[in-house]
């Protein structure tokens, strides 16, 4: 293991302890991040004459030279160093000599270590944030396709009152609608440059933190040296942002799996995101599904290693903080690819349009439509509800549906029952007279489409 500060033959125990002290495997995936910013810390370096410009000038030429290379070969290079911010020095030094050792100052591996995080953070929110709106578009295809297509819908996961298919699907429009809104709020709180912050308590050189800020591209300098290299707050909403991503992501695949089943057989998926048995001919497994429902424990996992990790650190900087970055990128991995799985798998989903009108039959989910009726007659809801309840129990005690009954066999349960009582147990009259705002009726879930679009700006 190399340091910056090492020199000659090390003993066993400082090898083991600088091994396992070493963050490069997986941090090098910030070494983008690392040489712009040192690319603006060295050009305000030379501005603010704290180093001569011909010497920023060589060491900018430098970073860009390393980040040329990485660029066309973004795989980890073998080194023994301990970090990326470690590796990017020692790879200038071999570039442009002894000016190299001038970059870091005023500069810690404290303040730079949280400025290429926020840097990662911003630009992951980006990818998400893109691969949320493309699964909203999905869903808003499939809800306009779909809006007049009735299934039960479900409370307790007992058949409760028909609803439109478009609904359903536009419910997780507006989940992943405030996703994107938490993303965009966790964005706003990195957005703050911590670079000059130093180890923790600034520096003795005249640096301009705003020219550094305005480089960046950051809406604003950490005011405080501190909490600059001691914040992970960033890095935590981030992936609290991410984990409920994750459980909505989970709840929708939880239905397809569902949905897929024999029992339900509402949906057919895409061969391509399901498998076979080995053993079993006739499986259709819905794997990726699944593995989207499974991979929302693995964010979780990292929500909750990275409030522990940072609960108990007094100020400031502390190692401990190097553990946030695994954490931080599998979560952006994660839930990165889960939606883009997400609305491949949505966009090819088949509704089974027969299963789905038949499921609604025969299932007294209309039961409230006819306690509706006695009520517009002049019932009181609590009297109507029971009129119904009564006329459900007898249907079940004699194997009967709601459909089967008479109109002489409804008045006899309440004289108020007219002839138009009949066409109460309809589903899809059920759900189309749902016509509440925000209700199921498939007219409003137009409505809700056109207000989807324009949240999308399309
Ligand atoms: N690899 C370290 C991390 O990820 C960089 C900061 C190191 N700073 C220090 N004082 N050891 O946290």
């Known amino acids: 293991m190399r340091t910056l500060w090492s020199h000659g033959e090390q003993r066993p125990a400082e090898v083991l302890a600088e091994e396992w002290g070493a963050s490069f495997a997986f941090d090098v995936r910030l070494l983008p991040y690392d040489v712009r910013g040192s690319i603006a810390h060295a050009r305000m370096l030379g501005a603010t004459g704290i180093i001569q410009p011909t010497e920023a000038d060589r060491i900018i030429a430098g970073l860009e030279e390393i980040l040329r290379e990485w660029e066309a070969n973004p795989s980890a290079p073998i080194t023994e160093y301990e970090d990326v911010h470690t590796y990017v020095e020692a790879r ?13 100052t005023a500069r810690s591996r404290n303040d730079q270590v949280a400025l290429d995080a926020r840097l990662f953070v911003k630009d992951a929110v980006a990818g998400i ?6 699964c909203q578009r999905v869903l808003v295809e499939r809800a306009e396709e779909l809006a007049d297509v009735i299934l039960p819908g479900y409370t307790h996961l007992q058949h409760a009152q028909p609803i439109s298919l478009g609904h359903h699907m536009l419910a997780y429009f507006w989940m992943l609608e405030r996703d994107f809104q938490r993303f965009s709020g966790a964005r706003e709180r990195a957005d703050w440059m911590p670079l000059g912050a130093g180890a923790l308590a600034g520096t003795t050189f005249p640096i301009d933190r705003q020219r550094v800020a305005r480089e960046l591209g950051f809406a604003r300098v950490a005011p405080n040296s501190l909490d600059a290299v001691s914040d992970r707050d960033f890095v935590i909403e981030f992936v609290s942002a991410g984990a409920l991503t994750m459980m909505h992501l989970s709840r929708l695949c939880e239905e397809l799996i569902l949905w897929t089943s024999r029992e339900f057989g509402f949906v057919c998926l895409e061969d391509a995101f399901t498998t076979g048995s080995s053993m079993m001919p006739q499986k259709r497994n ?3 599904a699944e593995l989207i429902r499974g991979k929302s424990g693995r964010v979780y996992g990292d929500l909750v290693a990275l409030l522990t990790l940072m609960k108990g650190l007094p100020l400031t900087y502390n190692k401990d903080m190097q553990e946030d970055k695994e954490a931080l990128f599998d979560t952006a991995d994660t839930v990165r690819g889960c939606l883009t799985v997400m609305a491949a798998m949505l966009r090819g989903a088949r509704f089974q349009l027969d299963r789905l009108q038949a499921a609604t039959r025969g299932d007294f989910s209309t039961a409230t ?8 007659q002049g019932l009181p809801f609590r009297d109507a509800h029971d009129v119904a309840r009564r006329i459900v129990m007898d249907c079940l005690g004699q194997g ?6 008479s109109l002489a066999e409804l008045q006899s349960y309440s004289p108020l029952f007219g002839e138009d009582a009949l066409a109460e147990v309809s589903p899809e009259r059920s759900a189309a007279r749902r016509t509440s705002e925000g209700g199921t009726a498939p007219e409003r879930v137009r409505d809700q489409i056109t207000l989807a679009r324009e949240t999308l700006g399309a």
Do not use: S
Not at 129 to 134: G, M, S, V
Not at 369 to 376: E, F, I
């Open 286 to 288: 819905p794997d990726l």
């Open 369 to 376: 439509d006819l306690a509706d009726y006695l009520v517009r």
């Open 400 to 405: 009967r549906a709601l459909e089967d009954l």
């Open 129 to 134: 944030q893109a691969a949320l709106r493309q």
């Open 92 to 104: 200038l030094t071999e570039k442009i000599g002894e000016t190299a050792r001038k970059l870091h």
